[in-house]
């Protein structure tokens, strides 16, 4: 395999396999298993490949990609060969998304007929399973019943994989899509993705249709949910069509101006609706049921880990008797078709390895990317600040805070607005109270001024306390 051109490396790319990113630890290759969809061995090999081939960290995108750091011109094409020979990786030509769409992390049942919006809830919250609170050891929570409104993974209306699969078949046929495209499909369950930015958003309303969302809160519908994937190739199609005329300037649907949105909707045929209900914010960690059996879902902090850990949680999966996993955009795993005996004992592995299984967990509620020294660019050493603020922060985090920790101003971990928004500075933070890293700060400070004033009484814990400054958590 020849190696790759200066243009294919140049920052800004959105990293496939076979297209790198250029870091400060070496490259950064991005993952794109086929449907998104893994198995406990493949995670093993692929933490063996990153051992093998990079530096042994591992990363999950916010839009639930797997990442390798640390690979190198020497390593990567045997690399990107291994991939593709043992299907780890779907790649296509083109400039377009190598994934176009996202969706929950859970199976729907079997029928997806649960209950999902304004559906019948269950009160009351399970007892804790035999792993004991601590905070090396965190409480792992039983999960909620099938058809629990919130709490549960039973009330899914619609078979969001299935259309997803059909709308990135869709994808690689229109010409002009950026890569950094996004399509979220929410069979309007209890793990809301509501609090993902995107181009456009498919939500199910009911069994038989859904709302499409656009990045102006404009909602289009209702549509049969059989005829959502023409209707969104028709917006995408159309997207574009204006973007060929004007990549400069429109590189998102959010980009067009509202004269050619609104163009591109009459041209649809379809019409406003009113947005579907809201929900509780989703459950990000812990156990759960489905109709396919009970389910983990796990986080690794900050979306990164070491091979080592990761392999070692293969391992549990495969005993635990898991059949697959998927990846969550809350940077976890979500490990599926487990026996009910099998769900706690991985948990319990997992806790004990330093990963996320409580719901509750603050390290759920801030968004950090790479930071020093693994980017270039950056000013500050995100990674371990967030940890740090993870814990100042608790109280804030529990109550809806959310905090984004970025080491420049380029927004990688998190494209939009948090209650607090820390932009790296060389020695210190830009203090942005309820945006996101573009917007004006109310001050620049070091690490140790900003976890002082977090404390309860102090300034920033009062600003993030009051209304309007509270992060969807996600």
């Known amino acids: 395999m020849n190696a790759l051109s200066p243009e294919a490396l140049r ?26 969809v893994l198995t406990p061995a493949q995670l093993i090999r692929i933490a063996g490949l990153a051992r093998k081939y990079g530096n042994g960290l591992v990363e999950i995108s916010a839009r639930a990609n797997l990442q390798l750091r640390g690979v190198s011109l020497a390593t990567h094409p045997e690399l990107v060969a291994t991939l593709l020979a043992e299907r780890l990786v779907e790649e296509h030509d083109g400039d377009g998304p190598q994934r176009l769409t996202l969706v929950a992390p859970l199976p729907p049942p079997a029928d997806c007929g649960g209950e999902g919006r304004g559906g019948r809830q269950r009160q009351g919250r399970q007892a804790e399973t035999g792993v004991e609170p601590s905070s090396a050891r965190p409480s792992i929570p039983n999960p909620s019943p099938p058809q629990a409104g919130g709490r549960g993974q039973g009330g899914a209306l619609i078979d969001a994989p299935s259309l997803a699969d059909a709308i990135e078949r869709a994808g690689r046929l229109i010409p002009g899509l950026p890569a950094k495209a996004l399509v979220i499909i929410d069979d309007g369950g209890p793990l809301s993705l509501d609090g993902f930015a995107c181009d456009l958003r498919v939500v199910a309303v009911d069994r038989e249709t859904v709302a499409i969302g656009l990045p102006d809160e404009r909602w289009l519908g209702p549509v049969a949910t059989a005829r959502a994937l023409e209707r969104v190739a028709e917006l995408l199609s159309a997207f574009a069509a204006h973007r060929r005329r004007d990549p400069d300037t429109i590189r998102r649907l959010r980009d067009l101006p509202p004269t050619l949105l609104d163009e591109m909707i009459g041209a649809t045929g379809l019409t406003p609706t009113t947005p579907p209900a809201a929900r509780p914010a989703p459950r ?53 078709g487990l026996q009910p005996a099998a769900a706690g004992p991985l948990l319990a592995v997992a806790a004990e390895l330093g990963l996320i299984v409580d719901p509750d967990d603050p390290r759920l509620s801030i968004e950090a990317c790479a930071g020093k020294p ?94 309007g400054t509270m992060g969807p958590g996600q």
């Open 374 to 467: 693994a980017c270039l660019r950056a000013n500050s050493n995100a990674m371990a600040d967030a940890a740090a603020l993870a814990e100042a922060a608790a109280p804030l985090l529990a109550a809806g805070a959310s905090i984004h920790v970025s080491a420049c101003v380029k927004s990688c971990a998190h494209t939009g607005a948090s209650g607090l928004t820390l932009v790296g500075r060389e020695g210190g933070y830009d203090v942005i109270v309820a945006g996101t890293t573009r917007d004006k700060p109310i001050a620049t400070l070091d690490l140790p001024a900003i976890l002082a004033r977090l404390r309860p009484g102090q300034e920033l814990f009062t600003r993030l306390s009051g209304r």
């Open 284 to 336: 990000r960690a812990g156990r759960f049921v489905t109709a396919h059996g009970h389910a983990a879902l796990i986080g690794l902090p900050f979306g990164r880990s070491d091979a080592g850990t990761l392999h070692r949680l293969g391992e549990a999966a495969l005993r635990a008797g898991a059949s697959t996993l998927r990846l969550s955009p809350w940077r976890g795993l979500a490990f599926s």
């Open 11 to 36: 920052r800004g790319w959105c990293p496939s396999a076979l297209k790198p990113m250029e870091t400060g630890d070496g490259w950064l290759v991005r993952l794109h298993p086929p449907r998104a």
